[in-house]
Structure formats: C-alpha cells, structure tokens
C-alpha cells in the first residue's frame, strides 16, 4: 500500500537543529514525511546551509517591511514559495515572526510551530528565560497549531524539562532544545498519520 507522505515546508530564522531533528527522524523512518523546502527572513541563517547541505530547495526571502511579522508582499511571497514546492504544512522552526490571516487561511490548521515553554505559560520572546526569571521549577517545549493569536493554538505534544539549581539562561534553553528534538518529529508524525482531531485546546488522535 502506497503509504502518504506530508509534505512539509520550513520557515526558520536560526541555527535549524530543529529542522535537522525532522530530517534525522524522516531518514529513521519514524516520521513519514519528506521536507519539500525551506524559507528563511534571514539571509545567513544556519537554517538555509543545512538545507543545502541536505539538497533541499532553500531561499532568503526578504520580510521587509516588518519587524515582526509577515504580511503584505512578504507574505504573498512566502504563500508562493510554499506553494510552488506542494507543502501541505508550514512547519515554524525558529521562525521569528508572527504569521498573520493569510498564510493562516491558506493552510488552515495546518501552521505548526514550536515554541520553548510549557504553553500556556510563558508566550512571547525567550520564554526560557521568562521561566527561569519567574521561578518555576518545570518547564519545557510546546508543538501546537497556529492560530490567529500568539502562541495560544491547539497543543499537539509537549514535553516538560525541569530547571535546576544553577541554570542559567543558556543551560536551560540547551536542555528544552534537547527535548524540542523529540517533540518536533513526534508531533508531525501525528499529522503525517492523519488521525487526529481538535479537543478543546488540545490535538487528540483517533
Ligand atoms: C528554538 O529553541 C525554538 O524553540 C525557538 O527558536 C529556537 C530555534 O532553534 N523558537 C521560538 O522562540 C519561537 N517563539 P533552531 O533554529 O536551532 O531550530
């Protein structure tokens, strides 16, 4: 039987080891998957050497004129990219901005992100740090759907990582990347199998 792969397509702004957990697991044939190509808003980002490394379609293109988020021209070009390489889902792997309505409608619960807290604690900007500045003692990553809000989307898997005495901002968000590496393929494996539905405010699976 001719099993269906989902076709991804990755925004990234950074280094990409979340990227290279999705291609570790697809060529461990633990996700049935395969990445069709990647997009980065920043011109040398890790991300687009390690695409290219792996022979996978791979462009900079430009996000101007917003900060934060994506939208506008930028935003028609993204959609254009994803959809010239047949992604059937937009996978955020470090990507830093907000994606707005019309990305959003075009792959209806079908943006992912990964975001580096237990959600809905800490959204926003290096939530890593904001755990460890307010003081709890667990913490860890969220895989969710991407919704019109910030970070508040349909949770998909999490996975917790305890902060230790001693942490610093670098060695926490070191141990919560460690287990990003697993969350990510996980949860796009559940939607590679495709037997999944929304519950609330969480991604059950049939
Ligand atoms: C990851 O730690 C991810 O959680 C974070 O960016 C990093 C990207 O690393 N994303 C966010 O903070 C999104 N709000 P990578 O480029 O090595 O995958």
């Given at each position: 039987m001719t099993q269906n792969i989902l076709k991804i397509g990755i925004l990234g702004s950074g280094s990409g080891t979340n990227m290279q957990s999705i291609c570790d697991a697809i060529s461990a044939h633990t996700l049935d998957a395969r990445i069709v190509c990647v997009a980065s808003?920043?011109?040398?980002?890790g991300i687009l050497d390690r695409a290219k490394k792996h022979g996978i379609p791979c462009r900079y293109i430009d996000p101007a004129p917003f900060k934060t988020k994506l939208e506008g021209r930028a935003e028609d070009e993204y959609i254009e990219f994803l959809s010239a390489y047949g992604a059937d889902v937009v996978v955020l792997?470090?990507?830093m901005r907000i994606v707005k309505k019309k990305m959003l409608d075009k792959y209806h619960d079908r943006v992912v992100n990964i975001h580096?807290?237990?959600?809905?604690?800490?959204?926003?900007?290096a939530a890593w740090k904001q755990a460890l500045e307010y003081g709890v003692k667990i913490t860890g990553c969220t895989v969710h759907l991407v919704d019109?809000?910030?970070?508040t989307g349909p949770i998909i898997v999490q996975k917790s990582v305890p902060v230790l005495e001693g942490d610093t901002p670098d060695s926490l968000h070191k141990r919560i990347q460690e287990q990003e590496h697993k969350a990510y393929p996980e949860a796009l494996q559940i939607l590679a199998a495709g037997k999944w539905r929304k519950e609330g405010r969480r991604i059950v699976t049939a």
């Open positions: 808003d920043v011109p040398n980002a792997a470090g990507f580096p807290a237990l959600l809905p604690a800490f959204p926003g900007i019109s809000g910030t970070d």
